[in-house]
T-cell receptor, first 112, second 115 residues
Framework: AQSVTQLGSHVSVSEGALVLLRCNYS??????LFWYVQYPNQGLQLLLK??????LVKGINGFEAEFKKSETSFHLTKPSAHMSDAAEYFC??????????FGTGTRLLVSP | DAGVIQSPRHEVTEMGQEVTLRCKPI?????LFWYRQTMMRGLELLIY????????DSGMPEDRFSAKMPNASFSTLKIQPSEPRDSAVYFC?????????????FGPGTRLLVL
């Protein structure tokens, strides 16, 4: 079975600081990996996804993630945090025919 | 496009009552998914449909839960009878096709509280 592990249920950064949210995956076949963001009282919105075309994936709102097969990782980064980035972030892996398996989420807190 | 539409946004009901959640997927999307989100269990896939046909309902908790998709633009998730442990946020999502890399688009969710 495929799974993802998100390290850290909460991450706190200052505005302007680097954002790093960690995701490690487990998969017996080449995976498709996703990062979704959930703002308070809203549904999930796709930030970016890895589909094997390029290992460095750029998404919306200045986020990017790098697929590292040797480390089985797909960490999400943003060079400079903004207050509006405060949200919950979910890493997910495709586990077979259209079944997304989500991680437990990481809540990003951004302080002024 | 308006995106995935869910109603109601909030539902408060008493234990034992029937609850019906509604979803309108994005037009042209052939796949529809129902998820449940709780603090304890995170995001769980309950059931998904392809061209209105249920494909996998292995995530449905028990017989009290049922889902239907009578046409391409409407789906319901019903809980009868409801119990306090059903309190959660229920999301509907849709996607264009069933490819592994296909993006799922989520609705805003229905926040259900069963007293």
């Amino acid at each position: 079975a495929q799974s993802v592990t998100q390290l850290g249920s909460h991450v706190s950064v200052s505005e302007g600081a680097l954002v790093l949210l960690r995701c490690n995956y487990s998969s017996s076949v080449p995976p498709y990996l996703f990062w979704y963001v959930q703002y308070p009282n809203q549904g999930l919105q796709l930030l970016l996804k890895y589909t094997s075309a390029a290992t460095l994936v750029k998404g919306i709102n200045g986020f990017e993630a790098e697929f590292k097969k040797s480390e089985t990782s797909f960490h999400l980064t943003k060079p400079s945090a903004h207050m509006s980035d405060a949200a919950e972030y979910f890493c997910a892996v495709s586990s077979g025919f259209q079944k997304l398996v989500f991680g437990t989420g990481t809540r990003l807190l951004v302080s002024p | 496009d308006a995106g995935v539409i869910q109603s109601p946004r909030h539902e408060v009901t008493e234990m034992g009552q029937e609850v019906t959640l509604r979803c309108k997927p994005i037009s042209g999307h052939d796949y529809l998914f129902w998820y449940r989100q709780t603090m304890m269990r995170g995001l769980e896939l309950l059931i998904y449909f392809n061209n209105n046909v249920p494909i996998d309902d292995s995530g449905m908790p028990e017989d009290r839960f049922s889902a239907k998709m009578p046409n391409a633009s409407f789906s319901t998730l019903k809980i009868q009878p409801s119990e306090p442990r059903d309190s959660a946020v229920y999301f509907c999502a849709s996607s264009f096709d069933g490819a592994l890399q296909e993006t799922q688009y989520f609705g805003p969710g229905t926040r259900l509280l069963v007293l």
